[in-house]
């Protein structure tokens, strides 16, 4: 019977075949157990089925380890693997990692190491949620006081609409709006307020600020290309009105990192037209460098033409108009007022830049002719400014003070240049700007001269007793 014979060969075959297989299956390494339960075997249970051995090309980098450490054939991927990569499986977190024991193909994880091992990430995860804790504390901290500081703003500008903007004459004066002032005037009406303090005593209107303009507009026609040259009988023509080239180059410059002064900005063309104005009304000043950033703050908080106003009022004043006269006699006076309370308020300091040969025109004219605009942060600045309008000129130099006062312990340890470097560009705060009006608040301008006024006035009328700046 040649039928029942060849069953039975194929019978023996086919069970020799699982035979071998099975123990292959059986010693495969069940690989890291990390994100749960490992999936059960599948496939193949049953003695009657056909097995398939097809190799997967995405085989699991332990299992070439596993094979290659073995040095033996590749076998190839039993049921359990095919299940494991079947399951798309998300890590999300590293628990598992941290406290699965290890393979079976691996020595056993000690128990001190597992016991370690298990504190160490409690302590992780203890100082995550630490960590969390803190800066939600920091957030909210944040914004309690964001909340606060727009709730005084909110009082503060009622304050001033209602009580003071209406009475300016009799209030302005008055301790509690000065105590205001100090703090800071705010945003939505500081150009009111500035221009009630700054006064308007040139009587200019916007009449005769749309004749100027229309007059730089005409001398911006006129003015010659780069590439042609007057002839000498013109040169006598081109008075400080010439300067109006100079803004062009200049507004450029003016706080770039707003890029709204630059060209195609919009307060680009705004700018040019009130510094243009200014050199048509006041060509024996014209443009100096440094009323860009005057007129540019001014700018931000009122109307073009009130611009203008107090622009050409704010640069009438003796100080302002001194500096951008280049009157360098007016200007020595005023350095030498100003060391007269350098030296009062800081002698140790005062020392040191006498020692260092450092002047304060090294420093002061930049502020001075900015209005510290462009030497500190523009809110700061407007701080800055809104004192300037109430206490003049005086201020501007107690400013220098307390800037100087603030970055005393850091002047103190350096030479000249590293004196000048930091002084002509200040760093910027890390501290909130209260804190620079802290350093002014502890300058005390008084002296045995007398105060501010008196010693100014002192030095003009004799000018050989002033510091020794005045006469080099």
Not at 215 to 244: F, N, Y
Request: with cysteine; hydrophobic share 35%.
């Amino acid at each position: 019977m040649a039928l029942p014979s060849l069953v039975l060969y194929v019978d023996r075959s086919l069970f020799t075949k699982r035979v071998k297989e099975e123990p292959a299956e059986q010693k495969e390494a069940p690989g890291w157990n990390l994100f749960g339960k490992p999936p059960p075997r599948g496939g193949g249970g049953g003695g009657g089925g056909t097995i398939i051995s097809t190799r997967d090309p995405r085989r699991s980098q332990q299992e070439c380890e596993t094979e290659s450490s073995r040095g033996g054939p590749v076998s190839p991927p039993s049921p359990r693997q095919n299940v494991r990569k079947s399951l798309a499986f998300e890590p999300l977190s590293t628990t598992a990692l941290i406290l699965e024991d290890r393979p079976p193909n691996l020595p056993a994880k000690p128990a001190e190491e597992a016991l370690k091992h298990r504190q160490q990430y409690e302590e992780m995860v203890a100082q995550a949620k630490k960590r969390e804790l803190k800066e939600a504390q920091k957030r909210r901290k944040q914004q309690e006081q964001r909340c606060k500081l727009e709730e005084s703003i909110g009082t503060a500008v009622q304050t001033w609409n209602q009580d003071i903007l209406p009475h300016w004459t009799t209030t302005c004066t008055t301790r509690r709006v000065r105590d205001l002032w100090w703090q800071g005037v705010p945003p939505s009406v500081r150009g009111k307020v500035w221009s009630l303090a700054v006064g308007n005593e040139l009587n200019i209107t916007h009449e005769l600020y749309n004749i100027c303009l229309a007059r730089a507009k005409e001398k911006w026609k006129s003015l010659p290309t780069p590439s042609s040259h007057p002839e000498p009988e013109d040169l006598g023509s081109l008075d400080r009105e010439s300067s109006l080239e100079l803004i062009k180059l200049d507004i450029s410059r003016t706080f770039p990192h707003l890029c709204i002064f630059q060209q195609g900005g919009p307060y680009h063309d705004v700018l040019h037209s009130v510094l243009g104005a200014y050199t048509c009304y006041r060509p024996d000043v014209g443009y100096v460098q440094g009323m860009s950033f005057i007129a540019a703050v001014l700018i931000l908080n009122l109307e073009t033409a009130d611009a203008f106003i107090a622009f050409s009022n704010l640069l009438n004043k003796p100080c302002q108009m001194a500096f951008f006269r280049v009157d360098h006699s007016l200007m020595l006076t005023y350095f030498a007022a100003f060391e007269v309370f350098f030296e009062e308020n800081l002698p140790k300091l005062f020392a040191h830049f006498k020692k260092n040969s450092l002047t304060p025109d090294i420093y002061l004219i930049d502020w001075i002719f900015t209005l510290y605009s462009k030497s500190l942060p523009l809110d700061l600045a407007c701080r800055v400014w809104d004192v300037f309008c109430r206490d003049g000129e005086e201020f501007l130099f107690r400013t220098a003070l307390g800037l100087l006062h603030r970055h005393q312990e850091a002047l103190q340890g350096m030479d000249f240049i590293q004196m000048a470097q930091l002084l002509t560009r200040l760093p910027d705060p890390v501290e909130p700007g209260e804190q620079l009006f802290t350093h002014i608040a502890a300058v005390h301008m008084t002296c045995r001269a007398g105060k501010w006024p008196q010693v100014l006035q002192t030095l003009q009328k004799d000018q050989e007793r002033s510091s020794p700046v005045l006469r080099r």
